[in-house]
């Protein structure tokens, strides 16, 4: 009984050893090789703000006021109230509207990709510009790779580069999370009420 209590105090120890260096690993590798391969903010057709952390709205307003003929998706907006200070950015910078989308939706990063894949069908794109946070890139690189959407670049705020001990340890979980998922029928469902939810709203315009 004891060697099966040592076997099984070992095994834990090797668990939560294992945890924390895929931790490490997310940190100082993972993070750092999608800023360095994926991360550019070249918009070649269109642009993408996944909304939930800091700067990331703005930081997409600036990016679209230098490509206003590209059309843009704001994603995850927190309802009308969230739209009007949005709106309210854009005219105080006069910056034409009539590119931009609204995708109230999503509340979480699976359903903002969700959105992103819709606006790109509605659009006919076959490329995209995602602004996010830096910490942020890997688990939406993982979602958009499930998603098929093959073509895309990452643009992440100068701003908040220097995210928190707890935001990044919540974040590898959420990855972690993410990668032992499987694609469930509910994905499908999501997909197409969102497709039909845009569909109303373009044609309501």
């Avoid at 602004?131 to 705020?157: D, I, Q």
């Amino acid at each position: 009984m004891l060697t099966r209590a040592k076997i099984l105090l070992a095994f834990i120890l090797f668990c939560f050893l294992y945890f924390f260096y895929g931790f490490y690993v997310f940190v100082n590798v993972t993070i750092p090789y999608h800023i360095k391969n994926y991360s550019s903010c070249n918009v070649e057709e269109s642009i993408a703000v996944l909304t939930g952390g800091s700067h990331r709205i703005m930081e997409g307003i600036n990016l679209y006021s230098k490509n206003i003929t590209k059309p843009i998706l704001i994603s995850g907006v927190n309802g009308a109230g969230a739209y009007n200070n949005i709106r309210k950015i854009f005219e105080l910078r006069n910056i034409d509207l009539s590119n931009l989308m609204i995708g109230y939706h999503a509340q979480n990063t699976r359903e903002n990709i969700i959105e992103i894949k819709t606006f790109m069908a509605i659009n006919r794109l076959n490329h995209v510009t995602v602004v996010t946070s830096y910490y942020h890139l890997p688990r939406v690189y993982f979602e958009l790779k499930r998603a098929s959407v093959c073509k895309f670049t990452f643009c992440t705020p100068l701003s908040g580069k220097d995210a928190s001990f707890g935001t990044l340890f919540l974040e590898y979980v959420k990855l972690l999370l993410s990668t032992v998922d499987v694609i469930t029928l509910n994905w499908i469902d999501n997909y197409n009420k969102t497709l039909s939810y845009f569909l109303k709203m373009l044609h309501n315009k």
